[in-house]
């Protein structure tokens, strides 16, 4: 399976998080399958430690090394494609990274690994949880 993660599956991921669901984290250490993770989604977390609402305790390039690299997760850049459904996509949802997940996920034709439900209210999207 193929599927995009969300920004705080990805950080409940990495550090062991008790909200992630069982599910969820058979899903990402199944190494049969393909998981991505959004550019959008280190540029939110970059925002977020820069104005102090997150706290990783490394450096980006070793968050990169140890957690991307590390756990085989491939970054999703951001295709024009995206940014063509993003222009269209109604504003059930208001945070602009996820909002780019979503573009990303109906271009992609893949599933969203996130337990957002706001998610449901598009057309065109799979979340899984």
């Not at 909200?19 to 058979?26: K, N, V």
């Not at 269209?88 to 439900?117: W, Y």
Request: glycine share 4%; hydrophobic share 45%.
């Amino acid at each position: 399976m193929r599927f995009l993660l969300d920004t705080h599956t990805f950080l409940w991921f990495i550090n062991g998080h008790s909200s992630l669901s069982d599910y969820a984290r058979e899903q990402i250490e199944n190494i049969e399958n393909i998981r991505l993770l959004s550019i959008a989604s280190l540029w939110e977390m970059a925002i977020k430690v820069s104005i102090g609402k997150l706290k990783i305790g490394l450096t980006f390039k070793e968050l990169y090394k140890l957690h991307v690299k590390g756990n085989a997760v491939e970054i999703l850049e951001i295709a024009p494609e995206h940014l063509d459904i993003l222009k269209t996509l109604p504003f059930h949802h208001k945070d602009p990274f996820d909002r780019l997940i979503i573009s990303q996920s109906i271009a992609e034709n893949i599933p969203v690994l996130s337990c957002d439900e706001l998610f449901d209210y598009y057309k065109n999207i799979k979340r899984f949880w």
